[in-house]
C-alpha cells in the first residue's frame, strides 16, 4: 500500500496550490480518503475528506469555502484544491486512507489505516 502526496510549495497569502494523493495497494473505492495538517509543537487538525464508498464529502470549518476535495478513479488520486491560503494553512499536509467508512468519521475522529508521508505548504504574510 502506498500513499503519496504531492504539489506541496511555498506561496504567497491568497495563492493556491493543489495537493494530490496517488495511491496504490488497495481498493480505491472502497475507501475513504481524508486530508490532515500538522504544524510542529501543535496538534493534528483534520481538514477535509472523500468517501469513495458511500459518496461522502467533509470540510473542516476553517477552510470551508477555500478548499475543494475531489478524485479521479481512473488514476486513484484524490485532489485538495486549496485557494485563498492564509498564513495558518501553513503545515505538513498529509493524506490518509479508512476502509468504508463517511468522510466527517474520517476527518473528526482521525481514523485511518494508512497514510502517506506528507508534502509541505507554507503561505508567507
Known amino acids: 500500500v502506498q500513499l503519496v502526496e504531492s504539489g506541496g510549495g511555498q506561496v504567497p497569502t491568497g495563492g493556491s496550490l493543489r495537493l494530490s494523493c496517488a495511491t496504490s495497494?488497495?481498493?480505491?473505492?472502497?475507501?475513504?480518503v481524508g486530508w490532515f495538517r500538522q504544524v510542529p509543537g501543535k496538534g493534528r487538525e483534520g481538514v477535509s475528506g472523500?468517501?469513495?464508498?458511500?459518496?461522502?464529502?467533509y470540510y473542516a470549518e476553517s477552510v470551508k469555502g477555500r478548499f475543494t476535495i475531489s478524485s479521479d478513479h481512473a488514476k486513484s488520486t484524490v485532489y485538495l484544491q486549496m485557494n485563498d491560503l492564509k498564513p495558518e494553512d501553513t503545515a505538513l499536509y498529509y493524506c490518509?486512507?479508512?476502509?468504508?467508512?463517511?468522510?466527517?468519521?474520517?476527518?473528526?475522529?482521525?481514523?485511518?489505516?494508512?497514510r502517506g508521508p506528507g508534502t509541505q505548504v507554507t503561505v508567507s504574510s
Open positions: 490518509t486512507a479508512t476502509w468504508a467508512e463517511e468522510a466527517e468519521v474520517v476527518v473528526t475522529t482521525a481514523r485511518w489505516d494508512w
Open positions: 495497494g488497495f481498493r480505491f473505492e472502497d475507501y475513504a
Open positions: 472523500i468517501s469513495m464508498s458511500d459518496g461522502s464529502i
